[in-house]
């Protein structure tokens, strides 16, 4: 069983700072998805990935598959960033997500 | 456009009622998970479905849920006999290539 944990478990920071949050997990996988969850409970993908980096606008996850471990950068961080952060690892590809608890941030005007 | 929708947003019932939450996706998919969150708690997997067929269930997932696919699109979860604790957010997902693409979930209170 996969085991997934993220750190920190809530972050504050003032708009403009950049973040990290960081996830690492216990099974070896091909991918790990990165998801962000808004007050109202909706879930949205942000990214899925093997290995490397990949960026959209201001987000960057990178991935290490040796080390398990993987993280989010959000670059000038802005109020409207606020939300959970999650990280999901998969037990096989494409099958069920195991979750990690999440990483509150809230970013101040 | 979302890939997947729910209904209803929303549900309360009463501690041993039925209910029923459904999974609308917008086009055919043939891989569906079913997940809950209790409020405070983290993500669960609760079921996934290929092909018209359960594939794997958690231990959560006992004898009071069931899963179908009545129409060949949409997908649902039925709780048979709610108690307390099945109060919580549930989320559909269909698979797409590698990635799981979320509903925005139902919100069920159990009274």
């Known amino acids: 069983k996969n085991e997934v944990e993220q750190s920190p478990q809530n972050l504050t920071a003032q708009e403009g700072e950049f973040i990290t949050i960081n996830c690492s997990y216990s099974?070896?996988?091909?991918?790990l998805h990165w998801l962000q969850q808004h007050p109202g409970g909706g879930i949205v993908s942000l990214f899925m990935l093997s290995s490397g980096k990949k960026k959209h606008g201001r987000l960057i996850a990178t991935i290490n598959i040796q080390e398990k471990h993987s993280s989010l950068h959000i670059t000038a961080s802005h109020p409207r960033d606020s939300a959970v952060y999650i990280c999901?690892?998969?037990?096989?590809?494409?099958?069920?997500?195991?979750f990690g608890e999440g990483t509150q941030l809230t970013v101040n005007p | 456009e979302p890939e997947v929708t729910q209904t209803p947003s929303h549900q309360v019932t009463q501690m041993g009622q039925e209910v029923i939450l459904r999974c609308v996706p917008i086009s055919n998919h043939l891989y569906f998970y079913w997940y809950r969150q209790i409020l405070g708690q983290k993500v669960e997997f609760l079921v996934s479905?290929?092909?018209?067929?359960?594939?794997?269930k958690s231990e959560i997932f006992d004898d009071q849920f069931s899963v179908e696919r009545p129409d060949g699109s949409n997908f649902t979860l039925k709780i048979r006999s709610t108690k307390l604790e099945d109060s919580a957010m549930y989320f559909c997902?269909?698979?797409?290539?590698?990635?799981?693409?979320f509903g925005p979930g139902t919100r069920l209170l159990v009274l």
């Open positions: 999901a690892a998969p037990e096989t590809s494409g099958s069920r997500l195991t």
């Open positions: 997902a269909i698979l797409r290539g590698w990635t799981q693409y």
């Open positions: 099974v070896g996988i091909s991918a």
């Open positions: 479905f290929y092909n018209n067929e359960i594939s794997e």
